[in-house]
């Protein structure tokens, strides 16, 4: 099983281009989040997902939109890239929303906005 | 609101020597305590976790003791080893979270050979 795939693996984009980060997995997990991660302040929840079709905001959700049409795939939207959203994203997927479950995370997508 | 608070932010140790990382938490709810290990350019993994239940778990070098009165929780890697640099996230979870984790600051250890 490939686990959890995230594309593009690097990205630069220029302040206010759009552009969407992809995740897919194949286990048929439940639940879908999307983390960024920067320096000194751990792992910051963005957006997830209990199913297809529902969609919730996390801890910093401004300036990413999300969708979740399938099961396996919940891919993650800039609208209008800013120089604050320069930071490694990854995807992360669990059996259920529910309970004490282990998180599969993809290998990140670093992205960087100038 | 900072529910999750972990140190040192960084630790360096010689080979064969004990690590020690500490996570200290303000919900009382929290009822799973999780260790993740990330290697550089890699997602985060499960290394560890425990339940309240008990106040030790050990697998292998890894050792979580937790401390329900003083809301703290370590993570102890005996012996260790170069490969065992990576940074390291506690990220306790309560049963109405779920998978919607919330993760400590982490700590960047560096085993020296």
């Known amino acids: 099983n490939a686990g959890v795939t995230q594309t593009p693996k690097f990205q630069v984009l220029k302040t206010g281009q759009s552009m969407t980060l992809q995740c897919a997995q194949d286990?048929?997990?439940?639940?879908m989040s999307w983390y960024r991660q920067d320096p000194g302040m751990g792992l910051r929840l963005i957006h997830y997902?209990?199913?297809?079709?529902?969609?919730d905001q996390g801890e910093v959700p401004n300036g990413y939109n999300v969708s979740r049409s399938t099961t396996e795939d919940f891919p993650l939207r800039l609208l209008s890239a800013a120089p604050s959203q320069t930071s490694v994203y990854f995807c992360a997927s669990s059996y259920s929303w529910a309970g004490a479950n282990v998180l599969t995370f993809g290998a990140g997508s670093r992205l960087t906005v100038l | 609101q900072q529910q999750v608070k972990q140190s040192p932010q960084s630790l360096i140790v010689q080979k064969g020597g004990i690590s020690i990382i500490n996570c200290a938490y303000e919900?009382?709810?929290?009822?799973?305590f999780p260790w993740y290990q990330q290697f550089p350019g890699k997602g985060p993994a499960l290394l560890i976790a425990?339940?309240?239940?008990?106040s030790e778990k050990k697998e292998g070098r890894f050792t979580i003791s937790f401390n329900k009165s003083a809301k703290q929780f370590s993570l102890h890697i005996m012996d260790s080893q170069p490969g065992d640099s990576a940074t390291y996230f506690c990220?306790?979870?309560?049963?109405?979270?779920?998978?919607?984790?919330?993760f400590g600051e982490g700590t960047q250890l560096t085993v020296n050979p």
């Open positions: 990220a306790p979870i309560t049963e109405t979270s779920g998978s919607r984790l919330t």
């Open positions: 919900n009382t709810a929290f009822d799973y």
């Open positions: 425990i339940r309240p239940d008990v």
């Open positions: 997902s209990v199913g297809a079709g529902i969609t």
């Open positions: 286990m048929n997990h439940e639940y």
